[in-house]
């Protein structure tokens, strides 16, 4: 009977031994994911800043190029009426 004690005691006193307390384990862990997850969030708000520049920059440009067609347009409407003109007094 008293090796029956005594086995249950050293089964009982290793799995005491296993429970260990890693909470100061489990605080690094939540700490480092808490970082992780901010770097991510911080790295997408810098892209999207990046591609908002980007993207202001190309409508500028669409801009300039649509003014400098209307331009040209008035331009060539002008001399096709100039055009005009000379053909019929040539005529």
């Known amino acids: 009977m008293k090796k029956i004690a005594l086995a249950a005691v050293a089964v009982l ?3 005491l031994a296993a429970c260990q307390d890693n909470a100061a384990d489990n605080a690094t862990s939540t700490e480092n994911t808490i970082e992780t997850e901010a770097a991510t969030d911080l790295n997408a ?3 999207g800043t990046e591609n908002l520049g980007a993207s202001a920059d190309n409508a500028l440009d669409a801009a300039g190029n649509s003014l400098e067609n209307a331009g040209a347009a008035v331009e060539n409407a002008a ?13």
Do not use: R, T, W
């Open 45 to 47: 708000a810098e892209a």
């Open 13 to 15: 006193g290793l799995s």
């Open 79 to 91: 001399e096709d009426v100039a055009n005009g003109q000379d053909n019929v007094a040539g005529q």
